[in-house]
């Protein structure tokens, strides 16, 4: 294990009660990848900002809908947590920060909070096992998820390299898969709370599979993009 690994590790073993969350709808993050973020809003430079200067530790929760007026969103109550391990300031005052995964949450309350930014009460036992990477999944139908993708990314027209997701161990690719398919919100979510590596898989199949049907009988989904800050 490398010693970045060992770090996060050992984060997740002391992760807070208290984080900031950020709501950003159609994006998840799970434990041990890798998220970029573009960061540009006034109340989420802040956040960054007070996130450097402690664990540097923040929630990604997706909206369960988008907000109306100026209340904000109703949340997921499940997210997932990541400690930044890059950081880069702009010229134009941006932050490019990359979280790397270290366990997902559940939202006890949502604290009334000075900062601009939302902060929540966090459970993390209910995803103990999320400290422990899975590298490979018993049972996971490997050849089946393969077949499918492969028609699916060239559907949906992500450039990818074949031949190094083929060599993938299952689990980092089944978890970069998540995080980079064009799934919507609710595809998203199920996956970010499937139980472990084999139903995240068995949910990976079957959107794929669905995904390939509809377009085989002429369906579409309409559904709206939304601007993710990632990049």
């Excluded at 005052?93 to 366990?103: A, E, Y």
């Excluded at 949450?105 to 000075?114: K, P």
């Excluded at 009460?121 to 999320?130: E, G, I, K, L």
Aim: charged share 25%; with cysteine.
């Amino acid at each position: 294990m490398s010693k970045d690994s060992e770090d996060d590790r050992h984060t997740a073993d002391t992760l807070p009660v208290r984080i900031p969350i950020f709501p950003l709808s159609g994006v998840l993050l799970l434990p041990d990848a890798k998220l970029p973020l573009n960061i540009f809003e006034p109340r989420y430079l802040d956040m960054v900002r007070d996130a450097m200067a402690g664990d540097r530790i923040i929630g990604m929760i997706q909206p369960v809908h988008k907000a109306e007026g100026s209340a904000p969103p109703a949340l997921y109550d499940i997210g997932g947590a990541g400690r930044i391990t890059s950081f880069e300031e702009t010229p134009d005052n941006r932050f490019h920060i990359t979280l790397t995964g270290l366990s997902r949450f559940s939202i006890i309350e949502e604290l009334t909070a000075t900062t601009r930014y939302r902060q929540v009460v966090a459970d993390w036992d209910r995803f103990a096992a999320d400290r422990w990477a899975e590298d490979e999944g018993p049972g996971v139908d490997r050849d089946r998820l393969l077949t499918a993708l492969r028609a699916y990314l060239e559907l949906a027209q992500i450039p990818v390299e074949w031949k190094t997701i083929a060599n993938a161990e299952t689990g980092p690719l089944i978890t970069s898969l998540a995080m980079i398919c064009p799934f919507s919100p609710a595809e998203k979510q199920a996956l970010l709370e499937a139980r472990d590596l084999f139903e995240r898989s068995r949910i990976m199949t079957a959107l794929v599979e669905m995904a390939l049907l509809q377009q085989a009988s002429g369906g579409g989904d309409d559904q709206d993009d939304d601007d993710h800050q990632i990049h």
